[in-house]
């Protein structure tokens, strides 16, 4: 297909590639005698939330590439799994992911960028102490029990402006919600001295406390 060519495009994929590489230089050595996760069972808080988005992004990889041949979504999302590992703060602190869970990531990540930069990907996978390469590895299957959402954000209005977000179990009622965004800082300042008027609830989506004085 004809395209537009432009140099802005490569110097973002650029960076995106040395993002990549920072993560295996700070972490690889730490994990080279770790044998990867393979189970939720005994995560909890930042590891388990890395590990649920690194499989929902394997689910999406996989799909994009084997029926869709979308390589450039199948890159976005891997794009937002990088930023989702240094949002964890594992940089500044390995210990916030449990170890088993920092190896899977690096294999898996090595393994899904290996179509797109293989070079790269066999540099990456020799830095965990690999002696195969990532070319024969086998692609990874999605965890289907990672993929499941135990708890969701919803959003809190007051009088129609938000004012902040709970995280609250998936089904949690109007009172559960409202419970938790009472107890939540940033919305609990807006409803200092003033009589709840009214609660509009949109299941898993919206709270809007209405309020007057």
Known sequence: KDLEWNDAGVE????????????YVALA??????????????LSGASLDLRKLL????QKVTEELAERY??????????????GIYQSGVLD??????????????????????PFAPHVAETLWESLG?????????WPEVDKAALTIDSIKIV?????KLRGEVEVAVGADQETVLAAAKN?????????GMNIKKVIYVPKRLLNIVVVK
């Open 130 to 138: 690999n002696s195969t390469m990532v070319s024969s590895a086998r």
């Open 12 to 23: 973002g994929l650029l960076r995106f590639i040395q993002r990549i590489y920072r993560l």
């Open 156 to 160: 809190v209005q007051v009088n129609g």
């Open 29 to 42: 050595d730490g994990v080279k005698e770790v044998a990867p996760a393979t189970s939720n069972e005994g």
């Open 70 to 83: 979308h390589f450039n979504t199948a890159i976005a999302s891997l794009m937002e799994l990088v930023n």
């Open 55 to 58: 499989h929902r992004t394997l």
């Open 93 to 114: 602190d390995a210990e916030k992911i449990a170890a088993p869970v920092r190896r899977e990531v690096l294999e898996k990540v090595a393994i899904m960028l290996s």
């Open 184 to 192: 939540d800082e940033r919305v609990a300042r807006h409803l200092e």
